[in-house]
């Protein structure tokens, strides 16, 4: 079974839109943490955002939130007021933490993000 | 703002031969990562390393592949035979002391490794 599921291989937003990236997950571990990532063509990896399992609040980093629902398992990124820039890759990733047993990232698939003028 | 530094950027080599990517984590980050992302696919974990030695790896990372950390700087990973398969990039992150769970894992600009 697919530990993070995004299931928009890409999406169209018009500049200064707001835009909400899907992101599900699946485990069993009560302590996890949620991280965005983008990935622009030139194919850095630049960290966006973190949510951790047990957070009250959902996570804001300037123009980027998270949408967390935890019920639900579902940890959306919601890109306010879209930039021509803000074009790229996009990552949701988890870590599973057994008792600080690993580090790992586990990355779905990606959500290729299109910012129309 | 500090960076995680990967060098070369793009490395060419022959089926067979053995490569070393290098990479300089972030200064004062305690924890190491290597990462592979296959054209077009996801970013798949390769192996950690954390005082001196691999934390955990997963099965990708076979007896072709070794990570060393020579120095206080560099963190190196080597595959020692490469195959046609092994093309893609390479992403070394480093963070810092995990027992603060909401550390990020900073990644570096990646290396592309084509094998021909």
């Known amino acids: 079974a697919q530990k993070i599921t995004q299931t928009q291989p890409g999406m169209f937003v018009q500049e200064k839109e707001a835009v909400t990236l899907d992101c599900t997950y699946d485990t069993s571990d009560p302590s996890y943490g949620l991280f965005w990532y983008k990935q622009p063509s030139s194919g850095e990896m630049i960290f966006l955002i973190y949510q951790g399992s047990y957070d009250q609040q959902n996570a804001t980093e300037g123009r980027y939130s998270l949408n967390f629902q935890k019920a639900r398992k579902s940890a959306n990124l919601v890109i306010s007021a879209s930039q021509l820039g803000d074009s790229a890759m996009y990552f949701c990733?988890?870590?599973?933490?057994?008792?600080?047993?690993?580090?790992?990232?586990?990355f779905g698939t990606g959500t290729l993000l299109a910012v129309q003028p | 703002e500090p960076e995680v530094t990967q060098t070369p950027s793009h490395q060419v080599t022959q089926m067979g031969q053995e490569v070393i990517l290098r990479c300089v984590p972030i200064?004062?980050?305690?924890?190491f990562y290597w990462y592979r992302q296959i054209l077009g696919q996801k970013v798949e974990f390769l192996v950690s390393f954390y005082n001196n030695e691999i934390s955990e790896k997963s099965e990708i990372f076979d007896d072709q592949f070794s990570v060393e950390r020579p120095d206080g700087s560099n963190f190196t990973l080597k595959i020692r035979s490469t195959k046609l398969e092994d093309s893609a990039m390479y992403f070394c992150?480093?963070?810092?002391?995990?027992?603060?769970?909401?550390?990020?894992?900073?990644f570096g600009d990646g290396t592309r490794l084509s094998i021909l």
């Open positions: 992150a480093s963070s810092k002391e995990d027992r603060v769970r909401n550390q990020p894992q900073h």
């Open positions: 200064s004062n980050h305690l924890y």
């Open positions: 990733a988890m870590r599973e933490v057994y008792g600080g047993a690993t580090n790992k990232l586990i």
